[in-house]
């Protein structure tokens, strides 16, 4: 069972940064491919970004491209986001999921386990 703590997230105002933190219990964490899903109100939860176990290979949805940076320290068992140019279209609840795979996946249903989310809101 692995356990997922967000953190980092608050208000803002657009153009800032954040960088939110998963921090993950459980050594076998290292192993699993992360993802960084986002969900505003009245809307679906989306994957914005995603790491595999090693780092080697990352996605990022088109609307953060360039903006955002997904990295992972196995080491430190834990996941990050860093999240520039911050628009008020981020402004959501983010959430850290795990998978037990070590690549990616895309959808919600390909992860095992979920943070509680941590609420970012850009003002504008």
């Known amino acids: 069972q692995v356990q997922l703590v967000e953190s980092g997230g608050g208000l803002v105002q657009a153009g800032g940064s954040l960088r939110l933190s998963c921090a993950a219990s459980?050594?076998?964490?290292?192993?699993?491919?992360v993802g960084w899903f986002r969900q505003a109100p009245g809307k679906e939860r989306d994957l914005v970004a995603a790491?595999?176990?090693?780092?080697?290979?990352?996605y990022y949805a088109d609307s953060v491209k360039g903006r955002f940076t997904i990295s992972r320290d196995n080491a430190k068992n834990t996941a990050y986001l860093q999240m520039n140019s911050l628009k008020p279209e981020d402004t959501a609840v983010y959430y850290c999921?795990?998978?037990?795979?070590?690549?990616?996946?895309?959808?919600?249903?390909?992860?095992?386990?979920w943070g509680q989310g941590t609420q970012v809101t850009v003002s504008s």
């Open positions: 790491i595999s176990w090693s780092s080697r290979s990352t």
């Open positions: 459980g050594r076998i964490f290292g192993t699993y491919a």
């Open positions: 999921a795990a998978r037990r795979e070590r690549a990616y996946g895309l959808g919600r249903p390909d992860y095992d386990y």
